[in-house]
């Protein structure tokens, strides 16, 4: 039987590396565990970490999913002009204070219709306002669609303890209810939904390796936080409702579909990173996903006995710098980086035993650390299928299309 580095390696044989490749036995299997955590909740799909609409289509095409969650207004007008039956329901997960993407988005009936705007500040409103006003005045204009971003981060001491990311400055019911009034008193705007990402829930792994002490600690935080965050958009959702109905209650990430999913003011979930499982995704308890999103490097240099050197590699994750951020070698096993030099611009030398049984010519397979950055760094993804042994093609990222959107 086939190992699965030579299953990829066979696949991909007429290949040149550098290149990116998608497992999508991989891909399929991780979907599924991601529906299996979610009680049925329907799963909106992060494009951010995906960044390929052949890829998008294939995820949305399953049981469970439906709608996507952008991550700049350019790249959903794009989403929904250019390929109309990629989705009917696109939001955007951040705020945007583009205005030629405003003035495009209110010029465009096709898109106002399915994409909805992400908002937590009366400046937002404005801004959006005002554009509507001055693109098109009078009754013709569409009304923009338009979420509210709720705070998640747990506050056990007040704002001088935070444990999650700074997002939105609103926290409370009362200060939902008021961007809610704040936003039905402008007739140019519709409220649709309401949004709450607990990122230090469902983007940090709950047992971090060698870390015991630090795992049983972080899982104790991460179980406080979400009684008291299911308590919290629980109350803002009634007090939101209370001002005018939304169409939906999103909340959840890769690491906590298991979690949020149980909530009953939610209404359906956002995951993106677990399609794809990058490496800063394996240490959770609860799931273990297959690595389905890969990169093949080159072995161009042999240095020394028990060190090879591959062409490229330095592709560091967003977020805090720390050792996590670089991609990790994969296959073989048990290659390591230089303490000197880790993932190189140009070259990358890669330590251990296993660079004893590597030639010049042949690839090391490397994960990167989170999901869609990779594909900033490779116009195609090549798709193969590791249950079948077959090649599938190659589709665009979206730096293939000739879209970068941050």
């Given at each position: 039987?086939?190992?699965?580095?030579?299953k990829?390696?066979?696949?991909t044989?007429?290949?040149?590396a550098p290149?990116?490749?998608?497992?999508?036995a991989?891909?399929?299997?991780?979907?599924?565990?991601?529906?299996?955590?979610?009680h049925?909740?329907?799963?909106?799909?992060?494009?951010?970490?995906?960044?390929?609409?052949e890829?998008?289509?294939?995820?949305?095409?399953?049981?469970g999913?439906?709608g996507?969650?952008?991550?700049?207004?350019p790249?959903?007008?794009?989403?929904?002009?250019?390929?109309?039956?990629?989705?009917?329901?696109?939001?955007v997960?951040?705020?945007?204070?583009?205005?030629?993407?405003l003035?495009?988005?209110?010029?465009?009936?096709q898109?106002?219709?399915?994409?909805?705007?992400?908002v937590?500040?009366t400046?937002?409103?404005?801004?959006?306002?005002?554009?509507?006003?001055?693109?098109?005045?009078?009754?013709?204009?569409?009304?923009?669609?338009?979420?509210?971003d709720?705070?998640?981060?747990?506050?056990?001491?007040?704002?001088?303890l935070?444990?999650?990311?700074?997002?939105?400055p609103i926290?409370?019911?009362?200060?939902?209810?008021?961007?809610?009034?704040?936003?039905?008193?402008r007739?140019?705007?519709?409220?649709?939904?309401?949004?709450?990402?607990?990122g230090?829930?469902?983007?940090v792994?709950?047992?971090?390796?060698?870390?015991?002490?630090?795992?049983?600690?972080l899982r104790?935080?991460q179980?406080?936080?979400?009684?008291?965050?299911?308590k919290?958009?629980?109350?803002?959702?009634?007090?939101?409702r209370?001002?005018?109905d939304v169409?939906?209650?999103?909340?959840?990430?890769?690491?906590?579909l298991?979690?949020?999913g149980?909530?009953?003011a939610?209404?359906?979930?956002?995951?993106?990173?677990?399609?794809?499982?990058?490496?800063?995704?394996?240490?959770y308890?609860?799931f273990?996903?297959?690595?389905?999103?890969?990169f093949?490097?080159?072995?161009?240099?042999?240095?020394?006995?028990?060190?090879?050197t591959?062409l490229?590699?330095g592709y560091?994750?967003?977020?805090?710098?720390?050792?996590h951020?670089?991609?990790?070698?994969?296959?073989?096993?048990?290659?390591?980086?230089?303490?000197t030099?880790g993932?190189?611009e140009?070259q990358?030398?890669?330590?251990?035993?296993?660079a004893r049984?590597l030639?010049?010519?042949?690839?090391?397979?490397?994960?990167?650390?989170?999901?869609?950055?990779?594909?900033?760094?490779?116009d195609v993804?090549?798709l193969?299928?590791?249950?079948?042994?077959?090649?599938?093609?190659a589709v665009p990222?979206?730096?293939?299309?000739?879209?970068?959107?941050?």
């Amino acid at each position: 039987m086939k190992s699965q580095r030579e299953k990829y390696e066979a696949a991909t044989r007429e290949l040149q590396a550098p290149f990116a490749m998608v497992d999508l036995a991989a891909f399929r299997a991780n979907a599924t565990g991601l529906t299996q955590r979610a009680h049925g909740r329907p799963i909106r799909v992060a494009s951010k970490s995906l960044r390929s609409r052949e890829l998008l289509r294939q995820a949305l095409a399953l049981p469970g999913y439906s709608g996507v969650m952008a991550f700049t207004l350019p790249e959903a007008l794009w989403l929904a002009t250019d390929d109309p039956t990629l989705s009917d329901d696109i939001l955007v997960a951040y705020p945007t204070t583009d205005r030629p993407a405003l003035a495009e988005l209110v010029r465009t009936p096709q898109a106002a219709r399915v994409i909805t705007l992400m908002v937590d500040d009366t400046a937002h409103l404005d801004l959006i306002t005002a554009t509507v006003r001055e693109v098109a005045p009078g009754p013709e204009a569409p009304r923009i669609r338009v979420c509210l971003d709720i705070d998640a981060s747990w506050q056990p001491l007040g704002p001088n303890l935070r444990v999650g990311a700074h997002r939105s400055p609103i926290r409370t019911p009362a200060q939902a209810a008021e961007l809610a009034r704040a936003v039905v008193a402008r007739p140019e705007l519709e409220l649709d939904g309401i949004m709450a990402y607990e990122g230090q829930i469902a983007g940090v792994g709950d047992a971090p390796p060698g870390r015991p002490f630090y795992g049983r600690l972080l899982r104790t935080v991460q179980r406080r936080s979400a009684i008291e965050l299911a308590k919290r958009r629980a109350a803002i959702t009634r007090a939101v409702r209370a001002v005018a109905d939304v169409r939906f209650v999103n909340g959840g990430g890769t690491g906590s579909l298991h979690t949020t999913g149980r909530e009953r003011a939610v209404t359906e979930l956002a995951a993106g990173s677990g399609l794809y499982q990058p490496h800063l995704f394996d240490h959770y308890r609860s799931f273990r996903g297959r690595p389905a999103a890969l990169f093949a490097l080159p072995v161009v240099r042999r240095p020394a006995p028990g060190v090879v050197t591959v062409l490229g590699g330095g592709y560091p994750a967003s977020g805090a710098a720390d050792a996590h951020r670089p991609p990790i070698p994969y296959l073989p096993e048990g290659l390591s980086y230089s303490a000197t030099e880790g993932a190189g611009e140009v070259q990358t030398p890669l330590l251990g035993e296993a660079a004893r049984t590597l030639s010049i010519g042949d690839r090391v397979w490397m994960r990167h650390a989170k999901a869609g950055e990779l594909c900033e760094r490779f116009d195609v993804l090549h798709l193969i299928d590791s249950d079948t042994g077959a090649y599938e093609g190659a589709v665009p990222t979206y730096r293939g299309e000739g879209r970068t959107f941050l």
